[in-house]
T-cell receptor
Framework: EAQVTQNPRYLITVTGKKLTVTCSQN?????MSWYRQDPGLGLRQIYY???????DKGDVPEGYKVSRKEKRNFPLILESPSPNQTSLYFC?????????????FGSGTRLTVV | GESVGLHLPTLSVQEGDNSIINCAYS??????FIWYKQESGKGPQFIID?????DKRQGQRVTVLLNKTVKHLSLQIAATQPGDSAVYFC???????????FGTGTSLTVIP
């Protein structure tokens, strides 16, 4: 089944403790992206990647890092999480090709930072 | 900037009625639009898309209408069913490759 897999689904952590949320897709998509979803603010892009070793900032990149060492994986790293990073996070992927395709989203990771 | 207000609009409809969900977009250069459905506890799912050279596109029980003059998009769901209860939001591609910008969404509740 074609899908984007995120792990973990739920995570509670303490301020300052580094964490990684994994994202993997099995569709050979070049483009991958991370979003956070907050009440009233919709989906906001954190980082995206057009291909292996190519990453770029989205609208809200502060406090996050990403890497794209392999085509299928795009982990989101929070080096020193803070409570304002409590949110619902989604990974998405699509083929390249401009405005021709929508995203396939993962099921989400609900992160709570205390 | 954000096209949709900060408060999540809500829509309640009776099962079997038609639903209309609206979305305003901000950028006249946007040339590709998608409607997504997000059920509780799940990621957004693609419903239907439309390009800026069209003003209407139909799918199974869903129709998207695009009015470029007023930068407005609507999603019509025919014979709404309880399984249609979800948050619906539109996404616009502003002609810059794979980047999409999302509205805040509308919460649809179907009353049995």
């Amino acid at each position: 089944e074609a899908q984007v897999t995120q792990n973990p689904r739920y995570l509670i952590t303490v301020t300052g403790k580094k964490l990684t949320v994994t994202c993997s897709q099995n569709m050979n998509h070049e483009y991958m992206s991370w979003y956070r979803q907050d009440p009233g603010l919709g989906l906001r892009q954190i980082y995206y990647s057009m291909n292996v070793e190519v990453t770029d900032k989205g609208d809200v990149p502060e406090g996050y890092k990403v890497s794209r060492k392999e085509k299928r994986n795009f982990p989101l790293i929070l080096e020193s999480p803070s409570p304002n990073q409590t949110s619902l996070y989604f990974c998405a992927s699509s083929p390249l090709g401009g405005a021709n395709y929508g995203y396939t989203f993962g099921s989400g990771t609900r992160l709570t930072v205390v | 900037g954000e096209s949709v207000g900060l408060h999540l609009p809500t829509l309640s409809v009776q099962e079997g009625d038609n639903s209309i969900i609206n979305c305003a977009y901000s950028n006249s250069a946007s040339d590709y639009f998608i409607w997504y459905k997000q059920e509780s506890g799940k990621g957004p799912q693609f419903i239907i898309d439309i390009r800026s050279n069209m003003d209407k596109r139909q799918g199974q029980r869903v129709t998207v209408l695009l009015n470029k003059t007023v930068k407005h998009l609507s999603l019509q769901i025919a014979a709404t069913q309880p399984g249609d209860s979800a948050v619906y939001f539109c996404a616009e591609n502003r002609g810059s490759g794979n980047q999409f910008y999302f509205g805040t969404g509308t919460s649809l509740t179907v009353i049995p």
